[in-house]
């Protein structure tokens, strides 16, 4: 999917803009439980293309200088996206910052679309004109507030999205990638798994288009780990801030099949470390929670236990996921992963029998009755498995308001303990008859 970044000043109207953009589908996805609300990174829609969109207002640098939180924006978005839209303000003119902005733009060589904003009625067009000195060509009237002008914008946006490669060759090769707050041991982990015996690392690496991704084999099995933020560590400024990971992460999770979640044994579970194990589940991919730096806690005989009695209170949205401890420093256990990622990925694409599924709705039918709401039974006539990755089942029923969550997750349970999906979400849809 192309990624489009929107760079501007401080207060020039980006945030508004980007929820325009993404609006809709975010309010579908804020009612994850344990999910972050302030969000910089999201999908967009346009026409027939789908693509994801970075507010780089949104990553903060504490209190560095407008100048060099500028320029790490625009960094940011050259880095990252695919087509930038540089957004401006009618009623200000041309700023020294806007300059600076647009010099480092234009050395990148990336598509830039200038986005002139506020320009809330037509009169105000006249004022736009003295925009194209920026050098980027036709800028274009915009008014986010008033949601004017933003198909014209975006048309010349997805003008420049590059030719999509068909990257996802169909075959059994497993992705995965690891997420996880600075510091807990990605690039350590990624090291002990490719050091362990009978691991053997392909030469040719890149074979997708960022070069960071390596392939490698494993008992004649196929895997990819994809690159994800922190494993390159270049040092800059904004690499360390928070929701630049974050970026980071949710384009290695969009390639995944299989995502590991690291905690950090040594410093426990963090806010951080929710939210970024909530972007893995909400994108719908198989989730793996890797205790890392076991090593290092004192063991008596239930530590295990209240550690992962712990992570199951604070993931309660990832009940799915199975449970790693190891070190990634000792390799203690670490040799159980693969095995854990390819049962993840198997189940993450796995296809029921419509029969046998309809037998588990049934017989779960029969053990606990649909409940009635405001004196109207549900009634369940047929469930059918509509795709994979995650598995997505449609029960077609009398009339789906009356599908409870309570009585959705009852079915999820008996469909997993019919069939075993561990490692991955699935998704259950009531559809009316
Ligand atoms: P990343 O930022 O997530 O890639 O983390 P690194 O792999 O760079 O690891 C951060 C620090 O934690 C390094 O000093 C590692 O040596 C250390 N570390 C990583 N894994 C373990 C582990 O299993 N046990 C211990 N004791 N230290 C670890």
Redesign the pocket.
């Known amino acids: 999917k192309s990624v489009v970044a929107i760079v501007g000043r401080p207060n020039i109207g980006k945030s508004t803009i980007f929820n325009r953009l993404v609006g809709e589908r975010i309010s579908i996805v804020e009612d994850t439980p344990g999910v972050t609300r302030d969000r910089i990174y999201a999908e967009a829609e346009w026409l027939t293309t789908t693509f994801n969109v970075i507010d780089t207002g949104g990553i903060e640098l504490g209190d560095e200088p407008l100048l060099v939180q500028m320029r790490a924006q625009a960094q940011v978005a050259i880095d990252e996206a695919d087509v930038i839209i540089f957004m401006v303000n009618s009623r200000d003119g041309i700023t020294g910052a806007d300059e600076e902005v647009a010099k480092i733009l234009f050395k990148s060589n990336k598509p830039v679309v200038l986005a002139v904003n506020k320009v809330d009625n037509p009169e105000m067009r006249e004022n736009i004109y003295e925009f194209y000195s920026l050098g980027f060509g036709e800028p274009f009237p915009i008014s986010g507030t008033h949601g004017l002008g933003l198909g014209d914008m975006l048309d010349e946006v997805v003008n420049h999205f590059p030719e999509q490669v068909q990257e996802e060759i169909e075959d059994d090769t497993i992705r995965f990638s690891l997420i996880?707050r600075?510091?807990?041991?990605?690039?350590?982990l990624v090291n002990s798994l490719l050091g362990q015996e009978r691991v053997i690392v392909s030469d040719i690496a890149g074979t997708t288009r960022d070069a960071i991704d390596t392939p490698f084999s494993k008992d004649d099995r196929d895997f990819v780990i994809i690159d994800t933020a922190?494993?390159r560590k270049r040092g800059k400024v904004y690499e360390s801030t928070e929701k630049y990971s974050i970026i980071r992460a949710l384009k290695a999770i969009e390639r995944s099949d299989v995502v590991l979640t690291l905690i950090d044994a040594?410093t426990g579970i963090q806010e951080q470390d929710k939210k970024i194990a909530g972007y893995a589940h909400e994108a719908g991919k198989a989730v793996i929670i890797v205790v890392?730096?076991w090593?290092?806690v004192d063991k008596g005989e239930k530590t295990m236990k209240e550690f992962e009695d712990k992570v199951r209170s604070d993931f309660r949205f990832l009940d799915y996921a199975p449970i790693v401890f190891l070190?990634?420093?000792t390799k203690k256990r670490i040799h159980t992963l693969l095995p854990k990622v390819l049962e993840a990925s198997e189940n993450h694409a796995k296809r029921v029998q419509t029969n046998i599924l309809n037998e588990v709705i049934m017989d779960a039918l029969a053990m606990n009755p649909s409940p009635s709401i405001k004196g109207q039974k549900l009634k369940i006539f047929y469930a059918t498995q509509v795709s994979v990755k995650p598995p997505s089942f449609v029960v077609f029923v009398n009339e789906p308001e009356l599908m409870h969550f309570t009585y959705e997750r009852f079915l999820e349970n008996r469909i997993r303990e019919a069939f075993g999906f561990e490692g991955t979400p699935i998704k259950i849809f009531a559809r009316k008859r």
């Open positions: 996880g600075p510091n807990v041991g990605k690039s350590s922190g494993m040594d890392n730096k090593d290092t070190s990634a420093k």
